[in-house]
Structures are given as structure tokens and as C-alpha cells.
């Protein structure tokens, strides 16, 4: 993701394209509620009624996630949690759809009580073309394609903030390492006549149970006294 469309200090999203997906939500959202409201002012359709309530849904949580993006608050738990929320929505609903236009193909004579010419599954009304005795869904296909455009972004979505998840749980564990070690180092005195020793030696110490190389360059008499000590003792506590 371009560094320009990153929001400054809030480096969770970096390398990430959850931007571009929360802008090509808010387009497709607003496509599929235009098409939605158009079907329900041409003919009473439920299916019609439930995409344009959810798709209102979407379009606020899409633009409080923008907004919270550019103020550096957009927590990539919350973004999990709710991309999956709405993700089950919307794949509920295109399933639900794929229903739907299976009658979309059957013969208008048929008699099925299922709608009007099959355009939908309880249309009171049909749907006309332009061509006299011509009979098409439009509306319909064009809301179940927005349906399932926005299954898939809500996929990418769900991808994106679990890796931003898991980069932020590894640099608040790598934070707290510093941390820990940091406050050792506060504590530990230092080798007299080499301040700085005592730091180094700590933390090799710490996991080799020996002086670090740094310490006993700076300290020659630590080779020797290795040497002439008590084998258990070979080591120098500062």
C-alpha cells in the first residue's frame, strides 16, 4: 500500500491493502443500494428489502473504519471480528440469492407461484425490457453480482487484518523483551573499571552461563582467573 494512504504513527497496516478494500467497499455498497432501491420502486421483492437494510448496514461501518483508519484508531481485532460478522451476513444472503435466480431461467408460463415470470421469488410484480413480450431480471443479476463482490472483499478484509493481527501481537511481545531487558540492565551493577562491561556480559550471561566475548576482551584477567579458579567458577559475577 502506498506510504501516502498510510496514516502517520500507526504503522499496523503498513504493506497491507485494507485501505483499497475499505474504499472498494464503500463503492460496491453504495451500487448495490442504488440497485436495490430501484428494484423496490419496481416491484415489491423481500430479497430486494433485505440487501438494501444490510446494505445500509455496511455503508455506516464502512465509513466509521475510513474515518478510524485516518485517525490511526483502527484496531485490526475489531476489523476481524466485524469483517467476519458481515462476511456471514452477506454469504448467508448470496446463497440465499443463488435460489433466487435458479427460477430466473424457468419458462413465464410455467405457472410457478414463485413470482412473476420468475424474476424473483416473491415479486408481485414483474420486471419489463424493453421489447415487448421480452421479459428480463436485470435488477435482480446485477444486485446477486454486488452480493458476491462484496463476499469476496470481505474475505480479502478478514485476510488482511488477521496478518495485521499478527504483526501486532509479535511487536507488542518484542516490546516487552526490550522492556524486560531494559529494566535488567537498570538493575545490574556495573564491572568496576568497565561500566559497560557489566551490560555485556548480562545478557550473554544470561543465556550462556558464560562472560560475553566483549567482557573478557576488555578483561584479560578473566582468562586467567578461569584458569587458576575452581572449575565450578569460571565465570565472573559482576
Not at 490511526?72 to 469483517?83: E, G, N, T
Not at 412473476?116 to 453480482?145: E, T
Request: hydrophobic letters at 45%; charged letters at 15%.
Amino acid at each position: 500500500m502506498p506510504a501516502s494512504l498510510c496514516p502517520s504513527g500507526d504503522s499496523r497496516w503498513t504493506g497491507l491493502g485494507i485501505f483499497p478494500v475499505r474504499l472498494m467497499l464503500f463503492v460496491f455498497i453504495i451500487a448495490a443500494i442504488s440497485v436495490s432501491a430501484v428494484e423496490i420502486v419496481a416491484t415489491i421483492n423481500i430479497n430486494a428489502i433485505t440487501a438494501l437494510v444490510l446494505g445500509l448496514i455496511t455503508l455506516v461501518h464502512t465509513i466509521v473504519d475510513i474515518a478510524l483508519f485516518f485517525n490511526s484508531k483502527l484496531k485490526p481485532v475489531y476489523v476481524v471480528a466485524m469483517s467476519s460478522i458481515m462476511f456471514s451476513f452477506w454469504l448467508s444472503f448470496s446463497v440465499w440469492e443463488v435460489v433466487e435466480m435458479v427460477y430466473m431461467g424457468h419458462d413465464r408460463r410455467s405457472g410457478s407461484y414463485y413470482g412473476s415470470y420468475q424474476c424473483s421469488i416473491v415479486d408481485m410484480k414483474d420486471y419489463h425490457s424493453n421489447s415487448p413480450g421480452d421479459w428480463s431480471c436485470p435488477l435482480p443479476k446485477a444486485r446477486f453480482s454486488f452480493s458476491w463482490i462484496l463476499v469476496l472483499l470481505y474475505i480479502a478484509s478478514i485476510v488482511y487484518s488477521a496478518q495485521a493481527l499478527k504483526k501486532e501481537k509479535k511487536d507488542t511481545f518484542q516490546r516487552q523483551v526490550d522492556q524486560a531487558v531494559a529494566a535488567m540492565q537498570a538493575i545490574r551493577p556495573p564491572i568496576m573499571g568497565c561500566p559497560q562491561c557489566g551490560v555485556q556480559m548480562l545478557a550473554h550471561q544470561f543465556f550462556t552461563e558464560l562472560p560475553s566475548p566483549q567482557y573478557v576482551q576488555g578483561n584479560p584477567a578473566a582468562d586467567s582467573e578461569k584458569v587458576n579458579n575452581d572449575p565450578a567458577k569460571n565465570y565472573i559475577f559482576p
